[in-house]
């Protein structure tokens, strides 16, 4: 498979990670793939702690699996954790887990797992055991929204945890609509808790995640970011939910409007939009605050904000 797209970079603290040429984009672009995957998704979301705790399979979603590092890092530091896991991989391209194998020795965090990958790669649904674990890894190739929209995924088991590492919304706008996060909302079962963080702290993914029926919180600091973002079908695994505070920002921020098709705009909150969000059970208990800060952002000035994360 070509993979003249990718090089290998080294970044300010030394560490290697891969760019894609053609988009113009580092990964893991600040600490590095194994210290992001580490603070963002596996001391954030307990992992470990949260496999060993669960009797049957733990199932993670990995929504974009680029060169592999979220999900053989997530392998490495929970070995042995829980008796069974299960992971689905999600890409619309191979390229970067090709060149990435290719280069395993460079990037540092493979693990071992070589083999394993090269396996995937050809055969596209693996399983192994790590140690006393069984793992079963499978990539689903194709467009996430496209898997979002349709029912090809009914049969799949509702995650755990998903791994949410697509492009930014500006370069990358079809993974960040209102209409894909509702459809994987649908996706998850009630009766399971989950979580997803993403390394974006925007107003616009925030709010587009409310209103797609997810609790959403302040997620832990990575790199150069102060804090990230994290939603759940459940309230308990949010320990730093969003309050009225972030709802007054909300209402004057001239970024917060959700994409309703892949085409990357910032306008400021609908009033109906903001009428959801207020009703959100997540704010409604607060009420009487929430038309306060709703007051309060009227009379306020606007803020401007960037695209991507």
Known sequence: MPVSNYQIVRLANGITSIRSVREGETFH???GPAAEAEALYIRQLKLAQRMRDEPGEFVIWDVGLGGGANVLSVLDRTREAG????IVSFDHTLEPL???VQHADQLGYFAGLESEVNRLIQ???IVFSDGRRQI?????LGDFPTLMSGSELACEPAPHAVLFDAYSPARNPAMWTLPLFQGLFRHLDPGRPCALPTYSR????????????FHVGVGHATGEKEETTIASNSPLLIDEPLGNDWLKRARASTSAEPLLEPFYCQRPLTEDSFSRLMAHPQFAASGQGASRSRQGADAGPAIV???GS
Do not use: M, Q
């Not at 008796?83 to 299960?86: M, Q």
């Open 29 to 31: 672009p600040v600490v």
């Open 83 to 86: 008796p069974s896991l299960r």
């Open 98 to 100: 090709c060149f990435a």
């Open 123 to 125: 055969e596209r649904s």
């Open 136 to 140: 079963s890894w499978e990539l689903r």
């Open 202 to 213: 925007s107003t616009l993914l925030r709010a587009t995640l409310l209103l797609a029926g």
């Open 305 to 307: 904000e960037s695209g």
